[in-house]
Nanobody, 122 residues
Framework: EVQLVESGGGLVQAGGSLRLSCAAS????????IAWFRQVPGKEREGLSC????????YYAESVKGRVFISSDSAKNTVMLQMTGLKLEDTAVYYC???????????????WGQGTQVTVTS
């Protein structure tokens, strides 16, 4: 069974940092690209960052570039998203998703986690 399980969300003060993790199982990790998205109720889902596991190529949305860093650990089948300089507008549910295309700019994203809430307070 394919599973993506996010963890690491929580409450953080503005300016603080969080590290989100996405633990993957049930598929060949290195064949996939894994991305992080976020969604605020009433707004469209926003793609933040993606990593091609086989190559460790990384991609970032302009909205978070310079504040987040994505990495993967093939030994642990885990993708991490380190977020720094958090802002109030970063409050959202954060999801990881995997695409069998192995390319960040190609879908579909076949598998999704259940999400982890990040709340940034003033």
């Amino acid at each position: 069974e394919v599973q993506l399980v996010e963890s690491g969300g929580g409450l953080v003060q503005a300016g603080g940092s969080l590290r989100l993790s996405c633990a993957a199982s049930g598929f060949t990790f290195d064949d996939y690209a894994i991305a992080w998205f976020r969604q605020v109720p009433g707004k469209e889902r926003e793609g933040l960052s993606c990593i091609v596991n086989k190559e460790h190529s990384q991609y970032y949305a302009e909205s978070v570039k310079g504040r987040v860093f994505i990495s993967s650990d093939s030994a642990k089948n885990t993708v991490m998203l380190q977020m720094t300089g958090l802002k109030l507008e970063d409050t959202a549910v954060y999801y990881c998703a995997a695409t069998a295309s192995g390319r960040c700019n190609q879908g579909p994203y076949n598998y999704w986690g259940q999400g982890t809430q990040v709340t940034v307070t003033s």
